[in-house]
């Protein structure tokens, strides 16, 4: 009988997904010009018309195959995707496109992907692509300072680091990169000077 209990304590595990796998940031510095070149390069060639949402998920499931690693269901991506906009999915795919060209090289894809595939999709992918609604295709591409602010977030969304930075340093960065902050910024001081103006 005490036989059948262990073996049953520990049969629940079974059929369930384990857990992802933490990494250590520190442990896949990426080198933030040689990603941030790539979504330069897949910008210059892009169509976006051709980047929706079906085209992105591909992306994502063609990288993941060629690192030989299993996609996520297509259905369990959708759900991590709720409510993003077409915009999201373009951004979705362009990362995809940048991680391909070389953005970021397939070591370190592995490091990143095997053992965690839903928290790097979300947290890299999705949740970056959700927290940049003002990035549109048409604003990368007329700056670099856009396109490092979205590689910038993806890294430290991925769970990675850049290279030669602390974290500390990069989310430093990333804050004052915030496009959506200093908009939000801009407006307020207009905002305030027409206040101003009004009271005198």
């Known amino acids: 009988m005490s036989f059948l209990k262990n073996w049953v304590k520990e049969s629940p595990a079974e059929g369930k997904p384990l857990p992802d796998r933490r990494i250590s940031p520190e442990s896949v510095p990426v080198d933030l010009g040689a990603l941030a070149a790539a979504i330069v390069r897949v910008l210059g060639e892009l169509d976006p018309a051709a980047l929706d949402a079906d ?3 591909a992306k994502l499931a063609d990288r993941l195959r060629a690192l030989d690693i299993e996609p996520l269901d297509p259905l369990e991506l959708d759900s991590l995707a709720t409510g993003l ?17 070389g953005g970021l090289v397939e070591p370190m894809q592995k490091r990143i992907f095997d053992g965690r595939v839903k928290t790097a999709l979300k947290e890299g992918f999705v949740e970056a692509a959700r927290a940049t609604p003002l990035l549109t295709i048409e604003l990368l591409r007329s700056g670099p300072l856009r396109v490092e602010e979205l590689s910038r977030r993806f890294v430290l969304g991925l769970g ?4 030669g930075e602390s974290l500390e340093a990069s989310k430093k960065a ?3 990169l915030d496009y959506g902050r200093l908009m939000a910024e801009a407006e307020r001081a207009k905002k305030a000077a027409a206040e101003r103006a009004r009271g005198t």
């Open 85 to 101: 906009d077409r915009g999201a999915w373009e951004r979705i795919g362009l990362l995809a496109l940048a991680v391909e060209r």
């Open 55 to 57: 085209v992105a998920r």
């Open 160 to 163: 990675a680091s850049i290279a």
């Open 174 to 176: 990333l804050e004052r």
